[in-house]
């Protein structure tokens, strides 16, 4: 086996563990750290293909931006204050998701097998398709609004998780004033001294 194909294997399993373990994680941050294990297989798989530019935007937006994020919104959340659904109904939801992927599947499969093998001819890429200039071009010119709505969207996720723990936060109850032994000594009364309290304005 060549090193190409041992590095296809290795980013390839890299991303289905890391998916895996997005499902089957049952801790928010472990799920997170899957999604950087994917991210990072994918953007392996583009050094395979020769995208040096989409791996790069792969570590530097997804892995160094979005997970990031991720993980900042739920150490502020933290749980959710609903409570856990049951375990019946979490099955459910298992075997109906395990269904509708098994489906997704087979039906992919048989519209890959209607098409009866013939390759599709694409026609000629214009001149510089794909380049650095032609990525900057499409972000800042052409979809420059749907560019800055899903940074404000971003933006509006942080400030919505800072505003859902400050509502959750109890307030907090003043602390009791202390007792007059507490302030004269310091500690509560020796049992031995419990029938000669001091005075409550101090000793004379």
Known sequence: ????????????????????GVLLARSPIR?????????????????KLGAELLAAVQLLIY????????????????PLPTAAPSESRARLGRLLGGAAALGAAALALVMLGAQGGESIRLGPLPPGHG?????????FVRALVPFELSTALLVVAVVGAMAIVRRRQPPQPEPPEPH?????FGGPVHPRDAGHPPPEDGPT
Not at 1 to 20: K, P, V
Not at 180 to 184: H, V
């Open 31 to 47: 799920a997170a750290l899957g999604l950087l294990g994917t991210i990072l297989g994918i953007a392996g798989l583009f050094l």
């Open 1 to 20: 086996m060549s090193a190409t194909n041992l590095w296809f294997s290795f980013c390839a399993l890299l991303g289905l563990s890391g998916a895996l």
């Open 180 to 184: 007059a032994t507490r302030r004269l």
């Open 131 to 139: 380049s650095v200039e032609s990525l900057g071009s499409a972000l």
């Open 63 to 78: 892995a160094g931006a979005v997970v990031v994020l991720f993980v900042f919104v739920i150490m502020l959340v933290g």
